[in-house]
């Protein structure tokens, strides 16, 4: 239920009609580059003292290796394999394969916005349909979004992240809607228990 809100409300977020913001096509503003190639015998599956950076491919992570090839906040697009078109926002040190596609912001947008703008637009639907689904960057950068303010940009985003927050996180959103929950039962509990005492009546 919480995934459909979230859902709902950030469909709602993220659609402006043509004429109240200035749409700009992918490329106009992103740099999009495909990461750089690494041999599997080079990626680890687990983290240790040597090998501290998690490696991304088309798919998501794949392990981890010795050295970072970005450092920084980036989007990442799964260019190559079934769950290509998924979208992940990268705020630190990382490898990014051949397989995914590194994305820079240019001045004026927002990452976060354009995380949660990227994800909605189901970048999926344009993949090659093949044996191995493939997403072009030349495909990609002709795709238009629509570019409202920087301050409109950064609003929407901090509401989406919270909404994100609520419905995915293990730590922060599921404990606080047991907690809530529990607090609810308790409250109706109380309540369907409460009888008036025997003596209470009698002296009434």
């Not at 990609?140 to 570019?147: T, W």
């Not at 607090?183 to 509990?189: C, F, G, S, W």
Request: charged residues 25%.
């Amino acid at each position: 239920m919480r995934k459909k809100q979230y859902n709902h409300y950030r469909d709602q977020l993220l659609s402006f009609e043509e004429e109240e913001v200035e749409w700009k096509t992918l490329g106009d503003v992103f740099q999009m580059r495909a990461g750089q190639h690494i041999s599997a015998s080079k990626i680890m599956q687990t983290a240790n003292e040597k090998y501290i950076y998690p490696c991304f491919g088309g798919n998501g992570i794949r392990g981890y290796v010795k050295e970072r090839s970005h450092d920084g906040e980036y989007l990442l697009i799964g260019r190559q394999g079934a769950l290509c078109g998924n979208v992940q926002r990268m705020k630190r040190q990382f490898y990014a394969t051949e397989h995914a596609v590194v994305v820079t912001a240019n001045d004026g947008l927002n990452i976060d916005w354009a995380f949660h703008v990227l994800t909605v637009m189901n970048l999926n639907q344009y993949a090659s349909q093949s044996a191995q689904p493939g997403l072009a960057v030349g495909k990609l950068q002709v795709l238009k979004i629509p570019i409202p303010s920087i301050e409109q940009q950064s609003r929407i985003a901090s509401i989406l992240d919270k909404f994100d927050t609520l419905t995915t996180s293990i730590t922060e959103g599921l404990p606080r809607e047991i907690q809530l929950r529990q607090k609810q039962y308790e409250y109706y509990r109380d309540l369907l228990l409460s009888f008036p005492r025997p003596d209470a009546e009698a002296a009434a």
